[in-house]
Nanobody, 124 residues
């Protein structure tokens, strides 16, 4: 199984972008999928996670009210709608999937499969 992100790009502050994460192959036993981001010189940080079964979500404080995660299980795709973007949102955004039992979603080691990342740049 591979995860492929798309939808990144350059946007002005206050603008919006919608990222997609498509799973190719058969996503056997995926239970949760998440988004992380990594800015230059910084560690990869948790953005949000969604349960593929219930649709329940959890967000980091710095994106609450601005970002919305969703999924389409029929298309094996997860989305991240990003509104009111700020220059500090500039980063490479990665999607990741978790198999089986729930693990701490803010930790990168909780995820089993990662995408290659898509660049998001927000200009001031």
């Amino acid at each position: 199984v591979q995860l492929v992100e798309s939808g990144g790009g350059l946007v002005q502050a206050g603008g919006s972008l919608r990222l997609s994460c498509a799973a190719s192959g058969r996503p056997v036993n995926f239970s949760h999928m998440g988004w992380f981001r990594q800015a230059p010189g910084k560690e990869r940080e948790f953005v949000t996670v969604i349960s593929l079964n219930t649709g329940s979500t959890y967000y980091s404080d710095f994106v609450k009210g601005r970002f919305t995660v969703s999924r389409d299980n029929g298309k094996n795709t997860m989305y991240l709608q990003m509104n009111s973007l700020k220059p500090e949102d500039t980063a490479v955004y990665y999607c990741a999937s978790m198999r089986g039992a729930w693990r701490d979603p803010v930790k990168t080691e909780s995820y089993d499969v990662w995408g290659q990342g898509t660049q998001v740049t927000v200009s001031s």
